[in-house]
């Protein structure tokens, strides 16, 4: 989810014959998903469910991230291991799979296994937005806590959460008792990243930093300045990892952006934290819900 894509011309719905440029309009499980075409852009389409930013592909293009905190993912991606090496990744969340696109791309032979909740979602993806051939990409039509928990032992060396359901995170994805279901999948060393939305006071953001570092080693933040400062609500990365987390690259990356972001590691994220103790599965809540307009598309 992202605020950082204009509406595109046009409601008119195509059955995928004749000009692949007409807008696709479909009723899926989570509300009404739009495809529009990027007019600047010949094979490049933004996809929303009532009216929120989904995501956006370029399929000319994976490498092409229109979205900053996926910008801030990839960037995560990028830095985790050796360049071109091939990684186990589990997506909780597909929307149109932008992140595997650009996984497939720069990590070639990469195994990915992504778990979206949405069949209705998956089927409009498949047959408008398909995968590169040789994209070793599966999707399965799951609950993401359900699955995660079903997941074998350490068989993920990344795991990203980018899962919202009318723009906020599942209650059963934001307590300690699922942090601990993301360590066990993950081998050892492995990383987790998550995208998560907040504004101050930043309870909800504080509180997944008291999870994850109940239970994981070392924690990072990524985001804008000015989200950090509690000036704007929205989007920041959580990283978790139980070894040392190399961010002197992904801080240059990141802070290289057209829109800028800083990573706070260290001393940083424990004391965004402060106060805030772990949620409970009996306790846990969704995050909060943005501000009219946050994620809108005008």
């Keep these: 989810m992202s605020d950082e894509r204009a509406d595109r011309q046009g409601d008119e719905e195509t059955d995928g014959q004749g000009d692949e440029r007409i807008p696709v309009i479909r009723e899926v499980g989570q509300g009404t998903a739009k495809l529009m075409p990027d007019v600047d852009r010949e094979r490049a389409w933004l996809l929303t469910v009532d009216g929120a930013p989904q995501s956006y592909v370029d399929l000319d293009d994976p490498q092409h991230l229109e979205f900053e905190y996926v910008r801030r993912l990839a960037h995560v991606l990028d830095c985790v291991a ?50 590169p051939r040789g994209a070793d990409i599966t999707v399965h039509v799951a609950d993401a806590r359900a699955w995660l928990e079903a997941a074998p032992a350490r068989s993920a060396d990344v795991l990203v959460a980018d899962v919202f359901g009318g723009a906020r995170v599942p209650a059963q994805l934001t307590s300690v008792e699922y942090a601990r279901q993301a360590a066990r999948v993950l081998r050892p060393g492995g990383l987790y990243a998550a995208n998560l939305a907040d504004g101050a006071p930043f309870d909800f953001l504080r509180a997944q930093l008291a999870n994850f570092g109940a239970v994981f080693r070392e924690l990072a933040l990524i985001a804008e300045p ?43 994220p424990v004391r965004f934290a402060r106060g805030a103790l772990p949620v409970a599965d009996a306790d846990a809540v969704a995050s909060p819900p943005p501000p009219a307009g946050a994620f809108s598309l005008g």
């Design 82 to 131: 050796a360049p071109g090496l091939a990684l186990d990744l589990l997506h909780l969340g597909g929307g149109a799979l932008t992140l595997p696109r650009y996984a497939a791309v720069t990590r070639p032979g990469s195994r990915q296994q992504v778990v979206e909740f949405d069949a209705g979602l998956v089927d409009l993806v498949a047959a408008h937005l398909p995968v």
């Design 226 to 268: 000015s989200v950090l400062r509690g000036r704007r609500f929205g989007n920041a990365v959580l990283l978790a990892c139980d070894a040392p987390l190399e961010v002197a690259a992904l801080a240059r990356r990141c802070a290289s952006d057209a829109f800028p972001a800083r990573v706070e590691y260290g001393d940083g």
